[in-house]
């Protein structure tokens, strides 16, 4: 449904495929490390902030930046916010990539 719906949307087979990627990476980011947690384990996986925390120095710049940026109270694992993004991006994507379609079509 997911390649059909993109089609329709009059995205290039290229844009098509990249949108799949996109996707599919999105959700198996989200889902595989609670998935790769052993079951005896009930400690949520460790947040952004505290795997900076154990890196020594100034080690990875941006993403301290951005944890200081979310605060404490940002919900950093939104992910209908990274669906949100990855919608805008093919929105946006779709006008330049459309194709007309052929007379009789």
């Known amino acids: 449904p997911l390649v059909a719906a993109l ?27 609670a998935a790769a947690r052993p079951p005896e384990h009930d400690q ?4 952004l902030r505290s795997e900076l925390e154990r890196q020594a120095g100034e080690r990875f710049p941006a993403l301290r930046w951005l944890a ?25 994507l779709a006008p330049a990539t459309a194709r007309p379609r052929p007379v009789g079509d």
């Open 7 to 33: 089609k329709e949307a009059g995205l290039a087979p290229a844009a098509v495929l990249a949108a799949v990627n996109v996707a599919v990476d999105y959700v198996h980011g989200a889902v595989l490390p």
């Open 44 to 47: 949520p996986p460790a947040s």
């Open 68 to 92: 200081a940026e979310l605060g404490e109270d940002e919900d950093a694992d939104d992910f209908e916010g990274g669906i949100d993004v990855i919608v805008a991006g093919l929105d946006a």
